[in-house]
């Protein structure tokens, strides 16, 4: 049974959203921020102005206990930014700066209430706390068949969702709209749906135009409509790294906020990719609820409370350089420079790979935004071919599925790309030539 705290949070999603309330998992409507040790510590940190004997860290000399070896590594923070537990919701400036960031990339959230953002260790992080929030044994889980196979590991795994897939490409090119609508119509008659939306798109690299982003939305709105509570769970990692014009610019989250009452969004993102950061593990979940104010208040609380019962809290060290850096006048300079490069990387490929010279080996599927890109193999065996690319040619890539190999172009330097396909291609087409072009792997080498 919920206890007393979870019962107060419940109270205020039922009172101001019903139906966020019942999308709430079982475990969701257990979740709350305990009033505890993190509670009494907040407030004595405010009042204690002689001595705070609350929280478990060591201090000396008027800063947290350190070692000198340990600090030489951090030349700009202090030992108090660097090494005691952060609060549970995140650094507060860090957590405010990132909504400022959202709503400016976003114009379309003018004038609709999202949450603060709440901080977590990476947008896998961010995805475990949606599935414990929001996924109980059975609950449907829509995602594309073009997908990051981690998502299986996160729902089905850990939460033993039912994973359906959707039609990610047409065969006519771009995004399959009609194949999503069927497939999120067909399933809205369960009542419940966790929608996953991953743009850019991991593994393909493609990210809907203006047109496929209001089909894809007006599908969600549509079953929502029909009497189905939707999750919609936007994994923006990539977010920004667009490449081409058509590209729309802002994440699907902003176009479903504010939508229906039935309708769930929730922003997945963060420094990771965006500010080229990965292992500082810095990324946010944020919540566009119908119910406004009160109903973010209490998910937040829940979404801490599992953060405080898993990992306690995310590297106060990692938020730090953030807001730092976010600070920094050279920022916004600095990170355009990097797009510059990656869109630079994206030119290159395509160049690489117009033409009809690759053609009886591989097509490329639509790329337009991200880290990656993907090619379709003609004849040959995806696991098979990755194999003999790294025995033989020294070149790792990755077999995403029985024909489709992902290339991340993010990781090769421009100068090299055309160079890489060449050598990929020389290999295609001497394994091609060889009795039945190599081996079969099972599908299996690709369940991740």
Same mark, same amino acid.
């Given at each position: 049974?919920?206890?007393?705290?979870?019962?107060?949070?419940?109270?205020? *999603?039922?009172?101001?959203?019903?139906?966020?309330? !019942?999308?709430?998992?079982?475990?969701?409507?257990?979740?709350?921020?305990?009033?505890? %040790?993190?509670?009494?510590?907040?407030?004595?940190?405010?009042?204690?102005?002689?001595?705070?004997?609350?929280?478990?860290?060591?201090?000396?000399? @008027?800063?947290?206990?350190?070692?000198?070896?340990?600090?030489?590594?951090?030349?700009?923070?202090?030992?108090?930014?660097?090494?005691?537990?952060?609060?549970?919701?995140?650094?507060?400036?860090?957590?405010?700066?990132?909504?400022?960031?959202?709503?400016?990339?976003?114009?379309?959230?003018?004038?609709?209430?999202?949450?603060?953002?709440?901080?977590?260790?990476?947008?896998?992080?961010?995805?475990?706390?949606?599935?414990?929030?929001?996924?109980?044994?059975?609950?449907?889980?829509?995602?594309?068949?073009?997908?990051?196979?981690?998502?299986?590991?996160?729902?089905?795994?850990?939460?033993? &969702?039912?994973?359906?897939?959707?039609?990610?490409?047409?065969?006519?090119?771009?995004?399959?709209?009609?194949?999503?609508?069927?497939?999120?119509?067909?399933?809205?008659?369960?009542?419940?749906?966790?929608?996953?939306? @991953?743009?850019?798109?991991?593994?393909? $690299?493609?990210?809907?135009?203006?047109?496929?982003?209001?089909?894809?939305?007006?599908?969600? %709105?549509?079953?929502?409509?029909?009497?189905?509570?939707?999750?919609?769970?936007?994994?923006?990692?990539?977010?920004?790294?667009?490449?081409?014009?058509?590209?729309?610019?802002?994440?699907?989250?902003?176009?479903?906020?504010?939508?229906?009452?039935?309708?769930?969004?929730?922003?997945?993102?963060?420094?990771?990719?965006?500010?080229?950061?990965?292992?500082?593990?810095?990324?946010? %979940?944020?919540?566009? &609820?119908?119910?406004?104010?009160?109903?973010?208040?209490?998910? !937040?609380?829940?979404?801490?409370?599992?953060?405080?019962?898993?990992?306690?809290?995310?590297?106060?060290?990692?938020?730090?350089?953030?807001?730092?850096?976010?600070?920094?006048?050279?920022?916004? $300079?600095?990170?355009? &420079?990097?797009? !510059?490069?990656?869109?630079?990387?994206?030119?290159?490929?395509?160049?690489?790979?117009?033409?009809?010279?690759?053609?009886?080996?591989?097509?490329?599927?639509?790329?337009?935004?991200?880290?990656?890109?993907?090619?379709?193999?003609?004849?040959?065996?995806?696991?098979?071919?990755?194999?003999?690319?790294?025995?033989?040619?020294?070149?790792?890539?990755?077999?995403?599925?029985?024909?489709?190999?992902?290339?991340?172009?993010?990781? *090769?330097?421009?100068?090299?790309?055309?160079?890489?396909?060449?050598?990929?291609?020389?290999?295609?087409? !001497?394994?091609?030539?060889?009795?039945? $072009?190599?081996?079969?792997?099972?599908?299996?080498?690709?369940?991740?």
């Amino acid at each position: 049974m919920p206890t007393t705290l979870a019962n107060d949070l419940n109270r205020v *999603i039922r009172k101001e959203s019903p139906d966020v309330f !019942e999308l709430l998992s079982g475990l969701g409507r257990e979740l709350y921020f305990p009033k505890g %040790i993190l509670t009494q510590s907040a407030e004595a940190k405010q009042k204690a102005n002689r001595y705070n004997a609350t929280i478990g860290i060591a201090r000396e000399g @008027n800063e947290a206990m350190h070692l000198p070896s340990v600090m030489r590594r951090f030349a700009s923070l202090s030992p108090d930014d660097t090494l005691p537990y952060a609060p549970s919701f995140g650094l507060p400036a860090l957590r405010t700066k990132w909504r400022d960031h959202i709503q400016a990339v976003n114009p379309s959230l003018a004038g609709q209430a999202i949450s603060m953002p709440v901080v977590t260790s990476g947008v896998t992080h961010g995805l475990s706390l949606v599935a414990d929030l929001f996924t109980d044994a059975g609950d449907t889980v829509l995602i594309p068949d073009q997908v990051w196979g981690n998502y299986n590991m996160v729902f089905k795994v850990r939460r033993e &969702a039912r994973m359906v897939k959707y039609p990610f490409f047409a065969e006519s090119g771009g995004l399959d709209t009609a194949g999503f609508a069927a497939v999120v119509a067909e399933q809205s008659k369960r009542g419940k749906l966790i929608v996953l939306l @991953n743009f850019p798109n991991n593994p393909t $690299g493609y990210a809907p135009t203006e047109a496929e982003a209001k089909a894809l939305t007006d599908a969600l %709105i549509a079953a929502a409509e029909r009497g189905c509570r939707v999750v919609v769970v936007c994994d923006d990692a990539y977010f920004g790294l667009f490449y081409e014009p058509e590209v729309m610019r802002e994440s699907v989250f902003a176009r479903l906020a504010g939508r229906h009452p039935r309708l769930l969004p929730i922003k997945l993102d963060g420094a990771t990719k965006e500010d080229f950061v990965w292992g500082l593990r810095v990324a946010f %979940i944020t919540f566009a &609820a119908p119910g406004g104010p009160p109903v973010h208040d209490a998910l !937040e609380k829940k979404a801490a409370g599992c953060i405080r019962g898993t990992v306690s809290n995310c590297s106060l060290a990692s938020q730090s350089i953030l807001v730092q850096a976010m600070n920094d006048p050279a920022y916004a $300079g600095e990170k355009q &420079a990097k797009f !510059e490069v990656m869109l630079a990387r994206a030119a290159r490929v395509k160049q690489a790979l117009a033409g009809d010279r690759y053609a009886s080996a591989w097509t490329p599927y639509p790329f337009n935004s991200g880290y990656f890109m993907c090619l379709r193999l003609k004849t040959l065996n995806a696991e098979a071919y990755r194999l003999r690319l790294l025995d033989r040619c020294g070149i790792g890539v990755i077999a995403t599925a029985p024909t489709d190999i992902r290339v991340a172009f993010s990781c *090769i330097e421009e100068k090299d790309i055309a160079d890489l396909f060449e050598r990929m291609f020389e290999c295609a087409r !001497e394994m091609a030539a060889e009795p039945g $072009g190599g081996p079969v792997v099972p599908d299996s080498a690709f369940e991740e």
